[in-house]
């Protein structure tokens, strides 16, 4: 009877305890909500429609979008908000303001767009967070140190001379020189960092180029149409179908690459390490870039000594640590991976076709390219050096100008766990909102850089760069979560770009004023990168 009456108390003190609890979970939801609508009251934006918000911003072509997002920037110049629906994104343009966002060891996760890419890239260095993408981190980043990097001199070569074989065959028609850079710094990935003979003639890398462009579409497609979020709507729809066949061409070369390593590893072939690889000798580095301020320092700049796994590439590295239970599951391999192959060419591809399409529309610009190259090389077709690279003072400035001009990443967005006061306005952003840093519109700022919109190669002089933010110009982010292949991307597109123009003279397919622009996951020209080329006799201008 006693136990009877007690297992009745139990149910009675139960039945009070779940909605008690249920209420002061929802009072704490309340109260931070409550809080959140204060702050975002005092931040300016355009108004919005009761429940929906904005998010008719986001609704067209990916052109109208992004025209929509920028004209934002051109009203609110340092910080802007706006609601999808329930959802709070505050916008950031003022560098200072970015770097305590970017510089910050506590907004480190990325927005919950970024989940869209889980099933493409796992939870590689791109989407994961806390101390795996920390730990991750430290094990690649050593993987990407300029000794490894200058091992790849010969590849690089290589693959640029394949991509001058290639377009040649257009002879003077009109092209899309995105789809020759895209197979050639696929290839020249697989070849380098991940130590894997390509099969040029198959064209594998070509497709895998064409698929990522093609489900990056589709995820884009998902991060702004609200009724694809949902995975069971999204996976019986028309998207779901086609990423699904794409993700099978994707990850079909990426095994295929990795298995190819893994039975080299296993076997004890080696790749070249930085001990088996001549130098020439190197005068200095001073001044070379590295595709970020001059300030700036991440991990990707210090030696850190970890033995001699820092001289092996990132894929035979990640594979070896794998092998004896070090650090990284063969599961994490292959999702890092994945990252490595889509972080490592499509930004390079995007960045190397708009420096073609402005070569063409600025025959001025690109004389002077030629003069600096012909001081190098003259009329020798010799291979381009380590030591060449660090000559391309003024190439170089034009490469940095690009990418102020036309950043491949064009969006970088947080989750704000905690507050942040900012510096430029008398205000605070709050927690649980998702923070957006637009990289095209804080390159354009007229208080930062005079003639903004103007393509002006000396906005890198050195003097002049010493005068910026550090944190006005960040292409390849910056901070913690900075790009970990930026030094990789600058070296290879340096050789790539040399030896194109070494070989042709560009010419537009069409003006940069008519460029029309589209913000998927790279940024991109959505009428396509049209240029010419004719072959040149002489560098001698």
Same mark, same amino acid.
């Given at each position: 009877?006693?136990?009877?009456?007690?297992?009745?108390?139990?149910?009675?003190?139960?039945?009070?305890?779940?909605?008690?609890?249920?209420?002061?979970?929802?009072?704490?939801?309340?109260?931070?909500?409550?809080?959140?609508?204060?702050?975002?009251?005092?931040?300016?934006?355009?108004?919005?429609?009761?429940?929906?918000?904005?998010?008719?911003?986001?609704?067209?072509?990916?052109?109208?979008?992004?025209?929509?997002?920028?004209?934002?920037?051109?009203?609110?110049?340092?910080?802007?908000?706006?609601?999808?629906?329930?959802?709070?994104?505050?916008?950031?343009?003022?560098?200072?303001?970015?770097?305590?966002?970017?510089?910050?060891?506590?907004?480190?996760?990325?927005?919950?767009?970024?989940?869209?890419?889980?099933?493409?890239?796992?939870?590689?260095?791109?989407?994961?967070?806390?101390?795996?993408?920390?730990?991750?981190?430290?094990?690649?980043?050593?993987?990407?140190?300029?000794?490894?990097?200058?091992?790849?001199?010969?590849?690089?070569?290589?693959?640029?001379?394949?991509?001058?074989?290639?377009?040649?065959?257009?002879?003077?028609?009109?092209?899309?020189? @995105?789809?020759?850079? %895209?197979?050639?710094?696929?290839?020249?990935?697989? *070849?380098?960092?991940? /130590? #894997? !003979? &390509?099969? $040029?003639?198959?064209?594998?890398?070509?497709?895998?180029?064409?698929?990522?462009?093609?489900?990056?579409?589709?995820?884009?497609?998902?991060?702004?149409?609200?009724?694809?979020?949902?995975?069971?709507?999204?996976?019986?729809?028309?998207?779901?179908?086609?990423?699904?066949?794409?993700?099978?061409?994707? @990850?079909?070369?990426? %095994?295929?690459?990795?298995?190819?390593?893994?039975? *080299?590893?296993?076997? /004890? #072939? !080696? &790749?070249? $390490?930085?001990?088996?690889?001549?130098?020439?000798?190197?005068?200095?580095?001073?001044?070379?870039?590295?595709?970020?301020?001059?300030?700036?320092?991440?991990?990707?700049?210090?030696?850190?000594?970890?033995?001699?796994?820092?001289?092996?590439?990132?894929?035979?590295?990640?594979?070896?640590?794998?092998?004896?239970?070090?650090?990284?599951?063969?599961?994490?391999?292959?999702?890092?991976?994945?990252?490595?192959?889509?972080?490592?060419?499509?930004?390079?591809?995007?960045?190397?076709?708009?420096?073609?399409?402005?070569?063409?529309?600025?025959?001025?610009?690109?004389?002077?390219?030629?003069?600096?190259?012909?001081?190098?090389?003259?009329?020798?077709?010799?291979?381009?050096?380590?030591?060449?690279?660090?000559?391309?003072?003024?190439?170089?400035?034009?490469?940095?100008?690009?990418?102020?001009?036309?950043?491949?990443?064009?969006?970088?967005?947080?989750?704000?766990?905690?507050?942040?006061?900012?510096?430029?306005?008398?205000?605070?952003?709050?927690?649980?909102?998702?923070?957006?840093?637009?990289?095209?519109?804080?390159?354009?700022?007229?208080?930062?850089?005079?003639?903004?919109?103007?393509?002006?190669?000396?906005?890198?002089?050195?003097?002049?760069?010493?005068?910026?933010?550090?944190?006005?110009?960040?292409?390849?982010?910056?901070?913690?979560?900075?790009?970990?292949?930026?030094?990789?991307?600058?070296?290879?597109?340096?050789?790539?770009?040399?030896?194109?123009?070494?070989?042709?003279?560009?010419?537009?397919?069409?003006?940069?004023?008519?460029?029309?622009?589209?913000?998927?996951?790279?940024?991109?020209?959505?009428?396509?990168?049209?240029?010419?080329?004719?072959?040149?006799?002489?560098?001698?201008?």
């Amino acid at each position: 009877m006693w136990s009877t009456m007690l297992s009745l108390f139990q149910d009675v003190e139960t039945l009070i305890l779940i909605p008690f609890a249920a209420f002061l979970v929802y009072f704490c939801w309340a109260e931070s909500r409550n809080r959140l609508y204060e702050l975002a009251d005092k931040i300016p934006g355009p108004p919005g429609y009761p429940i929906i918000g904005n998010a008719l911003e986001f609704l067209g072509s990916p052109h109208k979008i992004f025209d929509n997002l920028v004209a934002k920037g051109d009203i609110y110049t340092d910080v802007a908000k706006l609601w999808i629906g329930p959802r709070l994104i505050v916008f950031l343009f003022h560098p200072a303001d970015i770097e305590l966002v970017l510089s910050s060891h506590e907004h480190l996760d990325k927005s919950a767009e970024y989940a869209f890419l889980r099933p493409w890239l796992g939870n590689g260095l791109l989407t994961s967070t806390g101390e795996k993408w920390r730990a991750h981190r430290r094990l690649i980043a050593p993987t990407f140190h300029l000794n490894v990097l200058r091992s790849f001199m010969v590849r690089f070569n290589d693959n640029a001379k394949v991509v001058v074989r290639r377009m040649k065959e257009e002879g003077d028609n009109v092209f899309d020189v @995105h789809d020759y850079m %895209s197979e050639c710094t696929v290839e020249t990935l697989i *070849e380098t960092v991940m /130590g #894997v !003979k &390509s099969q $040029t003639k198959n064209r594998n890398c070509y497709d895998y180029a064409m698929a990522v462009m093609k489900l990056c579409d589709i995820i884009h497609s998902r991060q702004v149409k609200v009724w694809l979020r949902p995975k069971f709507l999204f996976y019986f729809s028309k998207y779901g179908m086609v990423q699904k066949a794409l993700l099978g061409k994707i @990850h079909g070369l990426t %095994s295929m690459v990795l298995t190819k390593k893994q039975e *080299e590893v296993f076997s /004890g #072939v !080696k &790749s070249d $390490t930085v001990e088996d690889t001549e130098f020439e000798e190197v005068k200095t580095t001073k001044g070379f870039s590295f595709g970020q301020a001059s300030g700036l320092r991440d991990d990707l700049d210090v030696d850190l000594d970890i033995g001699e796994k820092k001289r092996l590439p990132f894929l035979e590295s990640m594979i070896e640590r794998s092998q004896f239970k070090m650090d990284i599951t063969d599961k994490e391999v292959k999702e890092q991976l994945d990252t490595i192959m889509f972080e490592g060419h499509d930004t390079t591809a995007a960045a190397s076709s708009f420096f073609f399409c402005i070569m063409a529309s600025r025959p001025d610009i690109q004389k002077k390219c030629v003069e600096e190259l012909y001081s190098i090389f003259g009329d020798s077709d010799r291979d381009v050096t380590f030591q060449d690279t660090m000559e391309m003072k003024y190439l170089e400035r034009c490469l940095m100008e690009t990418l102020r001009l036309y950043p491949p990443v064009p969006l970088i967005a947080r989750e704000m766990k905690k507050e942040l006061k900012i510096v430029s306005k008398n205000l605070t952003i709050p927690a649980n909102c998702t923070v957006c840093i637009v990289p095209y519109k804080l390159h354009r700022r007229d208080d930062v850089y005079p003639n903004p919109n103007h393509f002006d190669p000396d906005n890198f002089l050195p003097e002049k760069s010493a005068k910026r933010h550090f944190y006005a110009f960040i292409p390849f982010s910056a901070g913690p979560r900075s790009c970990v292949g930026r030094k990789y991307a600058m070296l290879k597109l340096k050789t790539i770009l040399a030896t194109v123009l070494r070989n042709f003279h560009v010419k537009p397919g069409c003006l940069e004023d008519r460029w029309d622009l589209q913000a998927d996951i790279i940024l991109k020209r959505s009428d396509g990168f049209n240029i010419q080329l004719e072959p040149r006799k002489s560098l001698k201008v």
